[in-house]
């Protein structure tokens, strides 16, 4: 049997829908009509960022769920055995089950969005790792009777509803426990009693729609059954601030024997609930007296009892096969390539994975790779380090071309205090062309060009809270250049903007609100210049520091910790989510085959630190490869001559001819001429 689920708030990203809304115009017209704007603007490029606001998302989502479904159709011709939504979801589940059509659904959603929308004074918030038992012992427990839950989204994922100065408070409670607690970015507590003028409002306004029979059974939110003939109506006006109970909808699927969950919509957020429902609850298996007496009455669609008994009967039999083959390690314990990761952390820079790919030096990794890793559902980072504005803008562009259905991209900012009119150069730049995401590398203190640009990305939502449309991962690999990040704009450089009308005193104000990055990426053993860290003794400490500094300057939302630096293998990467981490970047190089064999090739023991040509001076050194190379070797014994001798003259012959002979293969004037060569070609 096939269940095709329909997610709702929280799935939505720009660019959702694609090239569907050209394949159906006529739907698509019909929208517009209906809503007074063009939806496929405002899902494919959000020209006034209002896609994450309820009275925009909720429409957006109805249309590109059904256009999803009309696509499927089209594809397959496949007739779903049972259909179910989440929350909003539950009227696209309607829609395919003849319930209304397509204008009557879309009429009942932009009215629901526009009163839900108007409900203001509640928040919520997501608890990870109690069940609803354990949540709610805390909540009455500690007096708050007025919070309640709003979403059995798994058996340990919990979202609960209530006033914004209760969901704040309520956060020290769950932290005690060892749990993470999420507030939510949204305008008020759903489905909650603070939606109880929006309920009523709706049931006045939907008593004027006729409803027709349902040709598919669909699963109600407010009672975990199929709906009952003729109780549409009733359902969707209770759903507004009744609980939405999706695991024990699943559960309930589950229990009617081998079930598979096809979601219809803009990203999988549904299907990873029903990995972890399937991982952590039994089926419900109701019996037929049971079923009679609830929420099956009269809802016999196209299937009657002896031939559902079959169902269950031969599915039972396939799960007890089943049971006895070896579950996968994902089954038992629910985790997959989506799942890991800070949740927030890939709504926000809208990814698939919680996985960047960092900028390397000169554009080692190039725009090519930036584009593909984006289209993969990760962010990819150009390195701008040794490139010319030109080539610069140029990628830029290519990148935006390529990535135009709002995959994420990133371009990094490195500092140069040697040319810091280079950094102002690029951050022009990126205002100019409205890079909204950028890596800042090599940073030891704040700059005039880094709060600039933080600046200009801020603004007030609709509710007056700050938000940074530009966003900002600090690549560190220090505490104290951490605690930089972490803290907000020094105040010597806001003044000094302000009075060069560089920024306005209204951005400045806000600068003292925020900190000066998104989030943060540790960067251990990476083989840099200064990331010679152990991992698990820099992440704890970030994470630590962290979260000292934001209880410090009482930020609103949580920055994240990202891990980088020897990620080179499955299983380092899971080293690093277990250590904590939010997320996880590797560097990825466009390089040649040959480099690429070797490096196929190596092991743990194959690399060693060599000087860093760019710092020989100062005796930073670098990781490089050693197998099968004499450079690490040579390169060392170089910089230990260096370091011992004042100048050429003091060196013995039988060295000065070695190095000639077999380092440089050529003579000291020769390679003096060389450097002569490089130097004036750089300037």
Known sequence: MITYIFPGQGSQHKGMGGTLFDEFPEIIAKADEILGYSIKEMCIN???????????????????????????????????????????????ALFVAGAFDFETGLKLVKKRSELMSQANGGSMAAVLGLNEEKVETILRGNGFKTIEIANYNTPTQIVISGSVSDIEQASRLFEMEGVRYIPLNVSGAFHSRYMEDAKSRFEEYIDRFRFSELTIPVISNVHARPYRAGKVRENLVEQITHSVKWTESIRYLMGLGTMEF??????????????????????????????????????????????????????????????????????????????LGDREFIKDYNLKYAYLTGGMYRGVASKELVVRVGKAGMMGFLGTGGLEIAQIDEAIQYIQKELSNGEAYGMNLLCNPQNPEMEEKTVDLYLKHNVRNIEAAAFLMMTPALVRYRAKGLKLDQHGKIIASNKIIGKISRPEVAAAFLSVAPERIVTKLVSENKITQEEADWLKKVPMADDLCAEADSGGHTDGAVAYALIPAIIRLRDELMAKYKYLKKIRIGAAGGIGTPEAAAAAFILGADFIVTGEACTSD??????????????????????????????????????????????????????????????????????????????????????????
């Open 262 to 339: 096809i979601e219809i919509g803009p990203r999988d957020v549904l299907t990873k609930l029903v990995q972890s429902i399937r991982a952590q609850a039994e089926p419900l298996v109701i019996t037929e007296d049971e079923e009679s007496t609830g929420e099956k009455e009269g809802n016999q669609l196209h299937l009657n009892l002896n031939e559902a008994e079959a169902h269950k009967l031969e599915s039972r039999e396939e799960d007890q096969e089943r049971k006895e083959q070896p579950a996968e390690t994902e089954n038992i314990l629910g985790i997959s390539a989506f799942s």
């Open 46 to 92: 959000d020209p006034g960022r209002q896609l994450n606001e309820t009275l925009y998302t909720q429409p957006a989502l109805y249309i590109v769920n059904v256009l999803n479904y009309l696509k499927d159709q089209k594809e397959t011709g496949r007739k779903p055995d049972y259909v179910a939504g989440h929350s909003l979801g539950e009227y696209s």
């Open 594 to 683: 040959a480099v690429k064999d070797l490096l196929q090739e190596i092991n743990v023991q194959d690399t060693e630190y060599a000087p860093a040509g760019d710092m020989f001076e100062l005796g930073a050194k670098v990781q490089v490869l050693k197998k099968g190379l004499f450079f690490p070797a040579r390169a060392n014994k170089l910089y230990e001559l260096y370091r011992q001798h004042n100048s050429l003259s003091e060196i013995d012959m039988k060295t000065k001819t070695q190095i000639q002979e077999k380092y440089f293969k050529r003579s000291f004037e020769q390679v003096y001429e060389d450097v002569k060569k490089y130097c004036s070609a750089q300037e």
